[in-house]
């Protein structure tokens, strides 16, 4: 392979496409004139404005974003975003949460802090392998928001229908299916998603929040830091921003853009997930670990039934060049995770190998 780099099946911080890095690699130690980094340059200077508007309008034409919504960066990652979300939303001190795994668990800890957290729908009983049904949910009148994580990213699920929040707002963590597929912004009050997965490197968060949920009346010990309107009025800029991620993420969605937009991405991410899934439901010796009907495109647990055997074979899959096979310490196992950027050929050098491996035993 060019530049000898591996299949990376990692979780996260995760693959980028290899045009946006070579045009990174070109612009790294002048961009475009200025005779200096985006690493160095001034957030408030001329060239840095361009950059930001054009990731903030090349994301509003990916999503469609409608113009009664904001669309901020913020720094902390996803996990900050666990606070944020009760500290701005909480008005009745009361939120809905659907529990889906070890994201929606953390999600539901940190609300905690802020208010009442009732846990409307859950999947721990079959060791969240899969969604519940959230068609009819018994959700409080008094609630502000219902919650999910739309993609778990250790367990491998992904809600295909969204549930019926019976007018509540709904909140999404999308960190791992951000840019997937396509996606109806209107249907919910406020989106976030960690960028390392699916989109740049790490340490920031895209928020597309509506309006009318920017509001002053946030607690009082809220940290400036953590309220989304400082930042919605700042565009992003009330303090230094993660320029880095920032700049690296514009170039990505443009990329996307240029490959015809989400609903091309769908059709590749279909096609990529189709020759795992294929593969495992025909396997004797590799199981999936997820109900066919919430499996996620973009992280694919499966196991061999033997800890050993998981272990042996993460081992070798290393050894050929696909890396980062190996399960979240949490749940054990195999998990490929073929967010956008991984290429069709790696899924197909992946299965080819598994194939291999099986009838070699
Ligand atoms: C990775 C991840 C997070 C946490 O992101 P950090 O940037 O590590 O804080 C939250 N939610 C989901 C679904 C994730 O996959």
């Known amino acids: 392979m060019k530049y000898d780099r591996v299949f990376n099946f990692s979780a996260g911080p995760a693959m980028m496409p290899e045009p946006v890095l070579e045009e990174i690699a070109s612009e790294v130690l002048n961009y475009r004139g200025t005779g200096m980094s985006v690493m160095e340059m001034s957030h408030r200077s001329k060239a840095f404005q361009s950059i930001y508007d054009e990731a903030v309008a090349d994301l509003k034409k990916l999503m469609n974003v409608p113009d009664n919504y904001k669309i901020i960066f913020v720094q902390g990652g996803g996990t ?21 795994g070890a994201w929606s668990k953390k999600a539901i800890a940190e609300a905690k802090k802020y208010g009442e957290v009732k846990i409307v729908a859950s999947s721990a009983d079959k060791n969240f392998s899969y969604v519940p049904d959230c068609s009819d949910l018994d959700i409080p009148e008094d609630a502000d928001y219902v919650y999910i994580c739309e993609n778990e ?55 597309i929040i509506r309006e009318d949920l920017l509001t002053d009346d946030v607690p009082a010990f809220c940290p400036t830091y953590l309220n989304y309107k400082i930042h919605a009025d700042k565009d992003s800029m009330y303090n230094t921003p993660n320029t880095w991620a920032i700049y690296c993420c514009g170039k990505v969605f443009k990329y996307l853009l240029s490959l015809g937009g989400l609903e091309e991405v769908e059709k590749m991410n279909q096609a990529k997930a189709k020759v795992l899934y294929d593969f495992l439901d025909s396997s004797k010796l590799f199981k999936g670990s997820v109900v066919k009907e919430d499996r996620s495109l973009m992280n694919v647990p499966f196991v061999t039934g033997s800890d050993e055997e ?8 290393k050894a050929a060049g696909m890396d ?33 491996y099986e009838a070699n035993k």
């Open 80 to 100: 900050t975003q666990f606070a944020m979300v009760p500290l701005n939303l909480m008005k009745n001190g009361k939120a809905c949460y659907v529990e889906t």
């Open 153 to 207: 990213t250790i367990h491998g699920t992904t809600f295909n229908k969204l549930p019926n929040t019976k007018g509540k707002i709904l909140v999404s963590d999308q960190s791992s299916m951000f840019l997937s597929r396509p996606c109806n912004v209107e249907d919910y009050g406020l989106i976030w998603a960690g960028v390392q997965k699916n989109v740049g490197p790490a340490g920031m968060a895209v928020v």
């Open 310 to 317: 998981d272990a042996a074979v993460v081992a070798a899959t």
């Open 324 to 356: 980062n096979l190996k399960g979240h310490r949490s749940v054990g196992g195999l998990r490929a995770s073929i967010y956008n950027s991984m290429p069709i050929e790696g899924v197909q050098a992946l299965v080819d190998f598994l194939k291999d």
